[in-house]
């Protein structure tokens, strides 16, 4: 039923730092979020040779902080930016179909109190040109709700001044996992990519950069430098924009102006709606989202986001005392009944969005692509990318590439490089990036492990699809702790799920683990750390490491945990 494990582990990654040192590549990618994965696995799919370097884990910045959602952006209707409200709905629409084990339908809740703007009429409006632009392809229809409506579904919803309000469909996803399966796509196709590695220093020839100096930082100090040579770098990472593009060129003009975003995460115990609901804040007109994650361990409520100022660098931002008192007092306002309460929290995180400024897209040399994202030539030939979100990342990375061959083109045409060879193909991106994770197979998967008499968790399908059963077969072939007995609640075959992630995801560390291919650390008050001295020797044996390292490996997971949790210190 599984079939061979994809081999994207540590020793993949270990191939891959030798090839970066053979090579020369067409494209290094610079950033390992959700737009490097994008413009990797495109680029890979035509032919062209790629690598793909970040300096921390996939997706640890940006990409694994956001609201996770995949949504077609009912807000731009306001502005009458039909297209872009298209695009994103047409590619929801594929994304619920062909990755539905991270991507799954949502329902919206859109109350309307006396005095909200915008009010019942404009909404009503706005839900059917959304239906409309989505051609019908929701996964259901909006529906207006009545006051008693909203009070059934909603009891603990300020009854005061509701006036009724909508249903929509959006929906919700696995955001770092997402990138994960992007990268590893990109893989499959060609793509050499390694994690923990660094981007030092460009590498010049005459006015062009035709390299870079890489540090390898899973090794060990002075030690792990790459020379790796390629025709094109694309720089896509996200708020580190200019803090690398200041190492491109001593002129460097900002692109970004970057904004704090923080989640809050609630037991669904606390909050129990059975839809996310949308809450519009008189006092900024912003909106914020509460968001139920049944798939997230025993059940959580994400809720967020706000909007602050970001340090210079993206690393240090941190949540603020300003940041859970606005997001609590919101929610006391939409729900006085619960008393909520910072008691109530059990995790919170924060990213940095990298909003372009408004210099930059006023500049000539810059092509706007939407409102969301942003391309330009930057020094020595290089591509940058600023902006972008999950739900249009496929589009985006097309058009990416086709802005990387139209400059390589034009450069080629004067001699500075070598021409794209003429054997490029088309890159079937809209393909399913997992084929043991499509509705069919994850069914005839369900299916025969009925017929043999074996139980698969329902977790696993909903996470790994088809591969379910391999995480019950790494299990049988180990002798683990943690079967089914022993886990955490919503987390079964726990040691089997981190031996497939280090196999096949490239979780190097135990905190990738936790952080970033499980919601351990942010499903649970106490983060998981119960577990973590076991699962840490089953990540020392997977890895061949001794006793030693996985003590080492244990107190750095406690120490990203303890700086994660540094807010409820300072409340």
Not at 46 to 70: E, H, N, P, W, Y
Not at 157 to 172: C, H, I, M, T
Not at 285 to 305: A, E, H, Q
């Amino acid at each position: 039923m599984a079939g061979e494990l994809l081999n994207f582990s540590f020793r993949t990654r270990a191939d891959a730092l030798r090839k970066f040192r053979e090579q020369t590549f067409d494209l290094l990618v610079i950033g390992g979020g959700i737009t490097g994965a994008a413009v990797a696995r495109d680029a890979a799919m035509r032919g062209l040779s790629v690598a793909v370097v970040d300096k921390q884990d996939f997706a640890a910045g940006t990409s694994s902080r956001s609201s996770k959602l995949i949504h077609g952006g009912l807000r731009y209707l306001e502005n009458l930016e039909f297209g872009l409200v298209f695009e994103a709905l047409k590619e929801r629409s594929l994304l619920l179909k062909t990755v539905p084990n991270m991507v799954r339908p949502l329902p919206f809740y859109f109350p309307v109190h006396g005095g909200d703007r915008p009010g019942k009429w404009m909404l009503g409006t706005g839900m059917w040109l959304y239906d409309l632009l989505a051609m019908f392809r929701a996964p259901g229809f909006h529906k207006t709700l009545s006051k008693r409506d909203f009070l059934q579904a909603f009891p603990f919803l300020r009854s005061e001044g509701l006036k009724g309000g909508f249903r929509y469909f959006d929906a919700s996803m696995w955001d770092d996992v997402l990138t994960v399966q992007v990268l590893r796509s990109a893989h499959e196709a060609g793509a050499v990519v390694a994690n923990y590695v660094e981007a030092i220093a460009p590498q010049w020839k005459g006015d062009r950069i035709v390299g870079y100096r890489l540090r390898d930082l899973e090794s060990d100090p002075g030690e792990g430098e790459i020379d790796i040579r390629a025709h094109q770098i694309a720089v896509c990472v996200g708020p580190w924009t200019d803090l690398l593009g200041q190492t491109l060129s001593r002129n460097w003009k900002k692109w970004l102006a970057p904004s704090r975003g923080v989640h809050l995460v609630f037991d669904l115990k606390r909050i129990p709606v059975p839809g996310a609901i949308v809450m519009n804040n008189p006092e900024d007109k912003r909106i914020s989202f509460v968001i139920p994650r049944p798939d997230f361990g025993s059940g959580v409520v994400i809720v967020g986001t706000t909007d602050g100022p970001v340090p210079e660098r993206p690393e240090d931002v941190q949540v603020e005392n300003s940041d859970v008192s606005y997001l609590l007092r919101l929610l006391n306002r939409y729900f006085p009944a619960l008393k909520l309460s910072v008691d109530d929290i059990v995790s919170a995180y924060v990213g940095v969005r990298p909003l372009v400024g408004t210099t930059v897209t006023g500049a000539g040399g810059l092509q706007k692509v939407s409102r969301e994202h942003f391309i330009g030539e930057g020094p020595g030939g290089t591509v940058i990318v600023a902006g972008g979100k999950y739900t249009t990342h496929r589009t985006m990375g097309k058009e990416i590439v086709d802005y990387a061959l139209k400059l390589r083109k034009k450069q080629a045409g004067i001699g500075a490089v070598e021409p794209v060879g003429s054997d490029l193909v088309q890159a079937h991106t809209e393909r399913p990036l997992n084929q043991k994770a499509t509705y069919e197979a994850m069914a005839n998967c369900t299916k025969e492990a009925a017929a043999k008499k074996i139980e698969i968790p329902k977790e696993l399908i909903s996470r790994y699809g088809a591969d379910a059963i391999s995480i019950l077969e790494i299990d049988a072939a180990s002798s683990s702790v943690y079967g089914t007995e022993g886990c955490p609640d919503g987390f079964p075959y726990l040691a089997a799920q981190l031996r497939y992630a280090i196999r096949s995801e490239m979780a190097v560390h135990l905190d990738d683990f936790y952080l970033r291919r499980l919601p351990l650390y942010l499903s649970r008050a106490d983060h998981c750390l119960p577990w973590a001295e076991q699962l840490a020797q089953v990540w020392a044996e997977e890895t061949g490491q001794g006793p030693a390292q996985a003590r080492v490996e244990l107190e750095r997971l406690k120490a990203e945990i303890q700086l994660r949790s540094a807010w409820k210190a300072r409340l």
